[in-house]
């Protein structure tokens, strides 16, 4: 694709993105736009981002460079600029989609960051939390083949079942707290963000459990 050709079709892009998401335009033609939006390795858009209680929800320049794994940001105005306002590494991350609402998700990464984010409709949002996934998955597979593990063990089976059983009890005591929170509240912001970030961990622990599933599959 020409240079020219990308500036044409960034242009269109941020236009189309500037304002609310239509939800009755053909959303196959959002998904091709944002795919389409610069060369094949990027899937580049605007979303809100919740900053913080002051200044609430904002609008960024999101950019997932397949290649590099990762997900950056951009102030609306400074996404044609060479860095941008923050990155992280997909790898190990969790994404999430916020049992709140239809719009809203979080990209919990490994390195601690987390990006509350709000899409303009559900199916934005699972376009989004799709993409994240599948890109975060790769470079985990990525990592594992790179990193190929020891020799296989007793020890180190019996340490992977021992992960398992500690597994099964943190999402047993997790249901449980979600339980309790439910049955007590639907508005308490502490309580609803202690819901979320329950949920959050377990999740990244399950998908790190998955991870040495495949280093020990691979050993086999």
């Given amino acids: 694709m020409s240079i020219a050709s990308q500036r044409e079709s960034r242009s269109s892009f941020s236009n189309r993105m500037a304002g609310s998401f239509d939800k009755e335009e053909d959303y196959g033609d959002f998904c091709k736009q944002a795919n389409d939006s610069s060369d094949r390795d990027l899937i580049q858009g605007q979303l809100y981002k919740y900053t913080n209680v002051m200044k609430g929800w904002q609008y960024r320049w999101f950019c997932i460079s397949m290649t590099r794994g990762t997900l950056e940001y951009y102030m609306p105005d400074d996404r044609r600029k060479t860095h941008p306002r923050a990155c992280v590494y997909l790898a190990g991350s969790v994404i999430s989609p916020s049992e709140e609402d239809s719009q809203t998700f979080t990209v919990s990464a490994a390195c601690g960051e987390v990006y509350k984010l709000k899409a303009a409709d559900a199916k934005e949002r699972q376009f989004w939390v799709n993409k994240l996934r599948q890109v975060a998955y790769n470079h985990e597979m990525r990592i594992a083949q790179q990193y190929p593990p020891l020799q296989q063990s007793e020890e180190t089976t019996s340490s992977l079942n021992d992960v ?57």
């Fill in 164 to 220: 398992r059983n500690i597994l099964l009890q943190t999402q047993k005591h997790q249901r449980s707290v979600v339980d309790v929170i439910e049955k007590y509240t639907n508005t308490d912001e502490t309580l609803l963000l202690l819901k979320a970030t329950s949920h959050a961990t377990v999740m990244a622990l399950e998908q790190c459990f998955a991870i040495l599933q495949a280093i020990q599959l691979a050993k086999i």
